[in-house]
C-alpha cells in the first residue's frame, strides 16, 4: 500500500507567485535491514539507489516498481551517480571498489589502482567525462590520509593525495571546472578540485565543528552544501566566499541537514536525517520544511531529483524509498 499525503498550497513547481499543491509518498519497503542510502536518476528513467548493509544496489521506477540486485561479494555501497555510458556507477565502502551497473542488473567491480583501506564513500560525474569520488583513508597509525579518486567509464582509476591534516571526507559535487567536497574532522573545510591541474584549494568554515556533510551544486553555480552537527546549510561560492544558514527554530530539535540537491523549482532540497523531515533553500537563504507523510524516526538521507520532474529520497531506518511531488502524476 502506497502512503500519500498532500501539503496544500506549500510549494514547488513555481508560477510566478503561485505554489501547486504537493504529496510526500511512501512507496512499500525494501527488503528488510536494507538501509537505503544514497539515490540517483537513471539514464534508463528509473531512480537508483544503494542499500548499504543489504549489500545491493536498488532499482525503482516511476510507478514504485522496485528491482534489487545483490553485489557478488558485498561491499557496503554508498554513493550513486549515472555516467555517460549508460550505467550506474557506485562506491564500496567496505569493499574498498567501485562498481558499474548496467540497466539489466549486471554488475563490474574495479578495485586497481586504490590504496588500502581506501574506503570509496561519495562520487559523481565530473566535466572531463569520468567520476570523481572521495575517500575516507585511514592509516593503521590513526591519521587520516584522505584523497580524491578518479575513475574512467573503462575503469581506470587515479587517486590524488590532499593536504596534511584534510582529515575526514564525505560529499562530493561537481560544476563545469571544479570538483567540491566536503572535509570534516579536523580539517572543518569545504575543498575544492580544478579537474585540469588537480590543484586543491581548502577553505575552512566559520564554525570548528561544522563537520559538512553533503554538497551540491546550486542554480547559481555556487556549491551548496549540508552542516548536520551545526543545523545550518552553507554556500560556498567557485572563489571561496562562504555564507551560512541556520535551520529554523523547532523548539528543542532542530535540524539535521544531511544530503542535498537541485530541486526543479531552482531552490535546493534538502534531507534531515535526524527530525524525518524534507527542507528546501532558496538561494537568498530563506528555509522552509516539510514533514507530513513521512513516518516518524524514518531518517530521510540521500535525496535527488528524478526524470518525472520530482524529488525522490531515501529513507534510512524507515527501509522505504520517499517521493516529495511537485507535478501531478497522470
Avoid at 550513486?80 to 567501485?98: C, K, Q, V, Y
Avoid at 580524491?148 to 593536504?163: D, N
Avoid at 536525517?273 to 513521512?294: K, P, V
Wanted: hydrophobic content about 35%; aromatic content about 10%; overall charge negative.
Amino acid at each position: 500500500m502506497i502512503r500519500s499525503i498532500v501539503l496544500l498550497g506549500s510549494f514547488f513547481a513555481f508560477s510566478g507567485c503561485n505554489a501547486t499543491a504537493s504529496a510526500i509518498t511512501e512507496y512499500p519497503p525494501v527488503k528488510p535491514g536494507s538501509l537505503p542510502h544514497r539515490i540517483a536518476k537513471g539514464p534508463d528513467g528509473n531512480m537508483w539507489f544503494t542499500e548499504q548493509t543489504g549489500q545491493r544496489i536498488g532499482r525503482i521506477s516511476m510507478a514504485g516498481a522496485v528491482a534489487e540486485f545483490a553485489l557478488p561479494a558485498g561491499g557496503n555501497p554508498i554513493g550513486i551517480a549515472p555516467g555517460p555510458d549508460g550505467n550506474m556507477w557506485f562506491t564500496e565502502s567496505l569493499g574498498h571498489r567501485i562498481g558499474r551497473i548496467d540497466a539489466g542488473g549486471k554488475i563490474a567491480e574495479f578495485s586497481a589502482g586504490l590504496s588500502a583501506g581506501s574506503s570509496p564513500q561519495e562520487i559523481t560525474a565530473g566535466p572531463d567525462g569520468a567520476f570523481w569520488f572521495t575517500e575516507d583513508v585511514q592509516s593503521t597509525d590513526g591519521k587520516y590520509g584522505a584523497k580524491i579518486g578518479r575513475v574512467t567509464i573503462s575503469g581506470t582509476i587515479a587517486e590524488f593525495p590532499l593536504p596534511d591534516g584534510s582529515g575526514t571526507l564525505d560529499g562530493i559535487g561537481s560544476d563545469s571546472e571544479r570538483i567540491g567536497f566536503t572535509l570534516g574532522f579536523p580539517a572543518n573545510a569545504i575543498g575544492s578540485m580544478d579537474v585540469c591541474t588537480h590543484r586543491v584549494s581548502v577553505f575552512a568554515l566559520p564554525d570548528g565543528s561544522s563537520f559538512p556533510q553533503g554538497i551540491a551544486r546550486g542554480p547559481d553555480h555556487d556549491m551548496w552544501f549540508t552542516m548536520p552537527q551545526d543545523h545550518r546549510v552553507g554556500r560556498i561560492t567557485p572563489d571561496g566566499k562562504i555564507a551560512t544558514f541556520a535551520m529554523p527554530d523547532q523548539g528543542d530539535a532542530t535540524g539535521s541537514p544531511s544530503n542535498i540537491a537541485l530541486g526543479p523549482d531552482g531552490a535546493m532540497w534538502f534531507t534531515e536525517f535526524n527530525q524525518s523531515r524534507i527542507g528546501r533553500i532558496t538561494t537568498a537563504g530563506t528555509i522552509a520544511e516539510f514533514y507530513d507523510g513521512i513516518s516518524g524516526g524514518s531518517s530521510p538521507d540521500g535525496i535527488a531529483l528524478g526524470p518525472d520532474g520530482n524529488l525522490w529520497f531515501t529513507e534510512y531506518n524507515g527501509n522505504r524509498i520517499g517521493i516529495l511531488l511537485g507535478k501531478r502524476r497522470t
